[in-house]
């Protein structure tokens, strides 16, 4: 994974992204690229940076807090994502690095984020994660579930919810999943869609996703 890689690799995925907007009708710049910076060395963030990449989504809490504080403090611009689980006790850190949390999904960690964010004066932006595939071992709420529990992030610990992510089991079709996604954000009057990755973004994009997260097609692969 060299400098150059990131660079073709970048501008490959900003143009499929803005084709596959063309082709759904959609203004590209509505479809906003988080490159997922997982496992990703420094110089290769930092080479992506320069290319004019602001937006970056992180998996762990852990991860995070160990790279990205001194990134964010040379490029104060960036946005930081968080778009793997979150624990309620990973929260007060989470509040301090991310701008934006896409995997709100339990009312303990919506508990854990009011409280802190009102102790804190910081305010990321947020997303429920909804497990659209109901697979046990996967972190959402159960898409029957979801309503109710926007609701209670909103009515009970006064959560601003912007939107809904997914991530699609890896054996289905992911546009089923996409569909569903957009139908409840849809009822729900939520306009942020976070879905999408490196081999199914354009399918996401066809159905209203407003944030895709590639990380693969920029980076190359990477150890887990």
């Known amino acids: 994974m060299g400098d150059a890689d990131v660079t073709f690799s970048l501008g490959a995925a900003r143009r499929d992204i803005a084709d596959a907007a063309r082709r759904a009708v959609r203004d590209p710049q509505s479809v906003k690229l988080i490159a997922v910076s997982k496992t990703v060395p420094e110089h290769a963030i930092e080479e992506a940076i320069g290319l004019g ?77 909804v497990n659209t595939g109901e697979e ?10 979801t309503d109710a529990f926007v609701a209670r992030c909103r009515d009970e610990y006064g959560l601003m919810i912007e939107g809904l992510m997914c991530i699609p089991p890896f054996d289905e079709e992911p546009a089923l999943h996409f569909a569903l996604l957009a139908k409840i954000a849809a009822r729900l009057g939520l306009k942020e869609l976070s879905m999408g990755m490196s081999g199914d973004f354009a399918k996401a994009i066809a159905f209203g996703a407003t944030y895709v997260r590639v990380g693969t097609a920029i980076f190359g692969t990477r150890d887990s």
């Open 53 to 129: 990449q602001r937006r970056f989504g992180e998996n762990r809490v852990q991860e995070a807090k160990a790279k990205w504080p001194a990134l964010k403090e040379r490029h104060p611009d960036l946005e930081l994502h968080l778009i793997g689980p979150l624990q309620s006790n990973k929260v007060r850190d989470a509040v301090e690095l991310f701008d934006m949390i896409h995997s709100v999904d339990r009312p303990k960690t919506a508990a854990a984020l009011a409280e802190e964010m009102s102790r804190s004066g910081k305010q990321p932006r947020l997303l429920v994660q």
């Open 136 to 145: 046990p071992q996967k972190a959402g709420v159960m898409p029957s579930e």
